[in-house]
């Protein structure tokens, strides 16, 4: 048995070593998703209140990190190869806690944006760098680690259901709030420097091939980086400005649990059907929950809403990372999921500020969510066509 901290990624059977690897990889995303991003939406109320920010402000907010997560994609695979997954790994995670520990220190919109914009990037760094080590891993000794890798986020989104609400309402400052987060990231990052082994990933140059081969899956993840950012950013502010009787830690706690339910959902399907197949019905299925909770505010329809998206948000992220990697060589892998970390960047640095634009009209978050959903829409129908493609060219270039 390979011990944990040297994992013969290479071996072509099931270690128990590995599997300890690709759990604590989750973490990564458990910082960068769950903490940096998705959390921001449980404080953005409070935020707003003390600080007199508009939606708007909020997007900017969102929309600098995800400037910064954008930047570390492009830079991930590049540094992963130079460092090593694992120095990248462990610094970008130190990197994000520190800067949502430093996100505490003021309420003006400048420097919040610019500590948000360094959690961004950090976090994309390490997002890029422990994917390629996951896709690895699905590859060879655990074929579930792809979808467990995004999950990790769903634990945090969690976590941050049960505790944020009550240290908002104990401390009545937001403040309070990213010192937790910070924290908790801190411990994530202790776990990942003790389990991730030494990795260096191959390189190969992204041939005009390997680009055909993943632009429709380009475009269908650009689509929903690009229409999930405003759910995730205003639907608590949404269903708190309605007239529903909605508890934050209810809503945000069943979109948790409901991501962790979807790590042990989505496997079988994706092995059955294949990624390719299952990839567009994650992406309607995540385009279905925004819709719903426009439809009905109800405790009951934002419960829905909330496990919808729970259920496929994340699956969105496996789905497209497995399809890629079904495309294209080993060698490939980590600068394809670069690229489509980045294309997804773009998408979700826009995203945030169409819908605060939007929240800040007459028709308020309803009309930035509509926007959303359809968005959502378009890229699981984009994706569709995609796989329709791919599978009607795969016997011609056989």
Known sequence: MTPVGSADLSANRFTVSDRSVAIALAL??????????????LLLPSMRDELSWTYLDGGIATTANAAGYLAGAILGARAARRFGDRTVIVWGSAGMAISLLA???????????????????????????????????????????????????????????????????????????????????????????????????????????????????????ALF???????????????????SDVSTMFFW?????????????????????????????????????????????????????AALFGLSALAVVGGVSAAARDRVQPQSWGGVIGRLTATFGVGQMLGPLLGGALGDTSSGLRLGLAASAAILAAGALVALGDYRRATTAAPASA
């Open 225 to 243: 980086g690009l229409g999930y950012i405003s759910y995730a950013t205003f639907v608590v502010a949404y269903v708190r400005d309605g007239d």
């Open 253 to 305: 706690g069943t979109m948790g649990a409901a991501t962790m339910v979807g790590t042990f959902l989505w496997p079988p399907l994706f092995r059955r059907f294949t990624a390719g197949a299952v990839y567009p019905v994650t992406l309607a299925v995540c385009a279905g929950g925004v819709a719903l909770i426009i439809i009905n505010r109800s405790v009951i329809g934002a419960a829905v809403s």
């Open 103 to 221: 996100t505490a220190t003021t309420g003006v919109l400048v420097p919040v944006s610019f500590f948000r914009f360094l959690a961004g990037l950090f976090g994309g760094l390490a997002f890029v760098a422990g994917g390629t080590l996951a896709t690895q891993l699905s590859k060879t000794t655990v074929p579930s680690a792809l979808v467990w890798y995004p999950g990790g986020a769903g634990l945090a989104i969690l976590l941050s259901a049960i505790g944020l609400p009550p240290l908002d309402s104990q401390f009545d400052d937001w403040r309070s709030g990213w010192i937790a987060l910070g924290l908790v990231a801190l411990v994530a990052t202790a776990i990942l420097a003790v389990v991730v082994p030494e990795h260096r990933p191959d390189h190969i140059a992204q041939s005009k091939g390997i680009v055909d081969r993943i632009r429709g899956l380009e475009a269908s993840y």
């Open 28 to 41: 990564v995303p458990f910082s960068s998703i769950g903490l940096a991003r998705f959390a921001f939406g």
